[in-house]
DNA sequence: ACACCGCCCGTTTTT
DNA sequence: CGGGCGGTGT
């Protein structure tokens, strides 16, 4: 085994024999090469491959992994996947014994899921005001996801809203289960049932793998956590990496202290840092770690490098998300002539929304640039249409797959006659496509339905015995069958052109699973078609620019990196409704994006933003005034004046002329210039409401001294130096402090 | 049954 | 600005 080209914490992650080991790993620290050796490293010791499990959180992660993993240790590779795939695959091969479900269950997406909330709703008649489906269904996955699907400890309450999605959890679950569906929070959760009911499946696992690993371990929510435990209870071997200051799927239910506690789960857990970074220029470092050192929860380490310092880190304030975007597409423009590859510089934002605008740029400037996440692929209307066909052949009791297609293509099956048609289904207590390929539904519907239904059933029937064939030609014969195409050209207008392409794209998807699966079936390509997310899907390619969400960019890394929109409202994303947004998750956000970047990084905010369909002030983001140091500049292409040592105040004086250029000068232009840059012109000593030197009481902390303060306003925060509990660091509009002195 | 119109709604982030 | 949904007209 080759440790030369290790540093001594990474060769000692390696050398680690066996208990519980915590491999704390910065972003670019080299985690991915240090866990391949390690499971290579086993191996080489006698450990079979077949022994090693390791989990990832995204199907990109596993596959980089394997093919890591394949060039060191030859073919045989340990088993590899992300929590979702892996517990699919157990259960494809266990659910029997949790019945009524059987191994050839669907799974159905947050899509599926929503419309079975939305007859429940309507069943239950539930009052609009008091429950809508987004709600509901994020309860439910919240409830599955942080309690273990467990109502009563979810803390529902007990008020009629709670009694309500108590009705309505338990709707969903029954109607999950008729139809021999999971969804993805299922997945976990049913496998941990299934490992908790049937102690002789959890044996034999416990018993297979004698190494278990964890990757991202600061992204587990409580059913992970679980499973985790679980499998390695025996043995206790269990490997997590991870790096809390990268935690950002708290929303999804994602638990910080799973990782920030496993010392104390495990108490003989060896616990080693990945600080040096290998992948960023100084400057982007320091930028990194001045932002993140203001989070509270985390584990305090401090990125370095060897490498030089770079290029400054430059941010630069536009007046509106127009201009933003017209001067991104000239920057990557200047960047590609001088011979930057297009698949080297990436546009990074919070929300999907922000990558409109730079999309109409770049396409204007001739920029070829390829949008990944967003709308998955698998998930278009006419792709999940073709899709249904499948999913109704695999899983007869899929119902509703079969109302997604009953009318698609149209054939003249009316919302009354779908209707009809499962109220017999639900009074007779058969699934629904057992009663059309029954003669108990004719007499029920009209002539015209009639006949419609009898060719669908028809069209069934063919497709039924070609269910065994190449997956390719499935998807065909269901094209074929249906007359898919004309379908699309004779009823989307603009779009068919586009809609046929997607659909010509899920048989070539369908001939690559038939190639890299010689026992390939329906049920596994259904599976891979669910799980795949499209980052998944995304290949680097040298000739677009990749524009993505900052979530999606997490494990990439790129040359140039620019992130749009860095204002107060984005990023932080701010919920009028949720004041109690996680300011510090959107810190850790904004810190994965600024580590996605190796040499270049951008950072981009406007003072008027498009949004909702209108124009609306926009703000600097609270943390740009927590980055040091910055360079700043005014844009590229207008004002080329360089700052060697960026302030904040020479952005305001760089930006004077900015207003009047645009005409668009707004009062909340200057207001935000005056939030942003005019620190130093508000005197801290004289106006703060705790002065540094003064002591003050906190009710947790108790008797402290403030050391340091910084902004303005409700904005400002307060670090105070407690005798008994050290430093801490407020929000001065948040935190109850008692002035004493 | 279905196409069309117009209103209102809301928007993170994804396996 | 865009999608979903209710209502209306054919």
Same mark, same amino acid.
Request: net charge neutral; glycine share 50%.
């Given at each position: 085994m080759i440790l030369g080209n290790l540093n001594p914490a990474q060769r000692s992650a390696v050398l680690h024999e066996s208990g519980p080991l915590l491999i704390l790993a910065?972003?670019?620290? &080299?985690k991915t090469r240090t866990i391949t050796h390690r499971m290579a490293h086993l191996i080489d010791c006698g450990c079979a491959a077949e022994s090693l499990l390791a989990i990832t959180f995204t199907n990109k992660a596993a596959k980089e992994m394997q093919e890591r993993m394949e060039g060191l240790i030859g073919v045989r590779s340990p088993w590899i996947s992300t929590f979702h795939s892996y517990c699919a695959r157990i259960l494809r091969r266990h659910i029997e014994r949790l019945l009524p479900y059987g191994n050839s269950f669907t799974i159905y997406d947050a899509g599926d899921s929503r419309n079975i909330i939305k007859e429940i709703l309507e069943e239950l008649e539930v009052d609009r005001s008091l429950w809508s489906a987004r709600a509901a269904q994020e309860e439910i996955s919240r409830i599955k996801n942080a309690a273990c699907g467990d109502i009563e400890q979810a803390g529902i309450g007990n008020f009629a809203n709670g009694r309500m999605l108590r009705s309505i959890y338990e709707a969903y679950t029954e109607a999950l289960r008729k139809r021999n569906a999971v969804d993805f929070d299922d997945l976990l959760l049913l496998t941990v049932r299934l490992f908790t009911e049937c102690p002789d499946v959890l044996a034999r696992y416990q018993d297979q793998f004698r190494h278990v690993l964890i990757d991202e371990y600061q992204d587990t929510n409580a059913i992970q956590y679980r499973l985790g435990r679980l499998l390695t209870a025996t043995h206790r071997n269990l490997c997590i990496t991870g790096d809390p200051d990268q935690s950002i799927y708290g929303w999804r239910g994602a638990n910080l202290s799973n990782i920030l506690n496993f010392e104390e789960d495990y108490p003989d857990a060896r616990v080693i840092t990945l600080a040096q970074n290998y992948r960023s220029t100084q400057h982007i470092l320091d930028v990194a770690n001045s932002l993140i050192v203001h989070n509270g929860l985390r584990k305090p380490k401090t990125l370095w490098t060897e490498a030089a310092a770079g290029e400054p880190v430059r941010v630069y304030r536009f007046s509106n998300d127009a201009e933003e975007a017209t001067e991104v597409a000239l920057l990557i423009q200047g960047l590609i002539e001088s011979?930057?590859?297009? &698949?080297d510089i990436a546009v990074l934002y919070r929300i999907n929304a922000l990558s409109r605008p730079v999309e109409k740029s770049l396409i204007y400037a001739g920029i070829p640039y390829s949008i990944v996440g967003s709308i998955a692929f698998f998930l278009r209307r006419e792709v999940k249409d073709v899709l249904a066909y499948l999913r109704i052949l695999d899983n007869p009791r899929d119902e509703e797959s079969l109302k997604r297609i009953l009318n698609v293509p149209t054939r003249g099956i009316g919302k009354a006659t779908i209707k009809k048609l499962v109220q017999i289904a639900r009074s007779t207590g058969r699934p629904l496509l057992d009663l059309l390929f029954s003669d108990g539904w004719q007499a029920t519907v009209n002539r015209k339905a009639e006949t419609s239904v009898s060719s669908f059933v028809e069209i069934l029937k063919t497709l039924r015995t070609k269910k065994s064939s190449k997956v390719q030609d499935l998807v065909q014969a269901v094209i074929e069958e249906t007359r898919f195409e004309t379908f699309l050209r004779e009823s989307r207008g603009d779009s068919a052109r586009e809609d046929i392409e997607n659909v010509w794209q899920l048989v070539a998807a369908g001939k690559e699973y038939d190639t890299e699966h010689q026992d390939g079936t329906l049920t596994g390509f259904l599976e891979v078609v669910n799980l795949l997310g499209d980052i998944d899907r995304w290949r680097r390619s040298e000739d677009k620019v990749p524009l993505m969400t900052i979530h999606s960019a997490k494990g990439l890394e790129f040359p140039v990196v620019v992130i749009l929109g860095v204002e107060d409202g984005i990023l932080p994303l701010l919920n009028a409704e949720d004041p109690e947004a996680d300011i510090e998750e959107e810190r850790r956000l904004l810190y994965v994006g600024v580590t996605r970047a190796r040499d270049q990084l951008f950072i981009t905010h406007t003072a008027n933003r498009m949004r909702f369909g209108s124009v609306r002030a926009a703000y600097p983001s609270r943390f740009l005034r927590e980055l040091q140091p910055i360079a700043t500049a005014d844009p590229p292409t207008r004002c080329p004046i360089e700052i060697d040592e960026g302030t904040l105040e020479s952005i305001h004086f760089l930006d004077e002329p900015r207003g009047r250029r645009s005409g668009q000068g707004t009062p909340d232009l200057d207001f935000a210039d005056e939030l942003f840059f005019d620190d130093n012109a508000f005197d801290l000593e004289e106006d703060a409401p705790y002065p540094v030197g003064s002591r003050v009481r906190h009710a947790d902390h108790g008797v402290g001294e403030v050391v340091r303060i910084s902004g303005i306003g409700s904005r400002q925060r307060v670090t105070v130096a407690f005798e008994e509990t050290g430093e801490k660091q407020f929000v001065v509009g948040y935190v109850k402090l008692e002035r004493i002195r």
């Open positions: 910065g972003a670019g620290s &080299g011979g930057t590859p297009h &698949g």
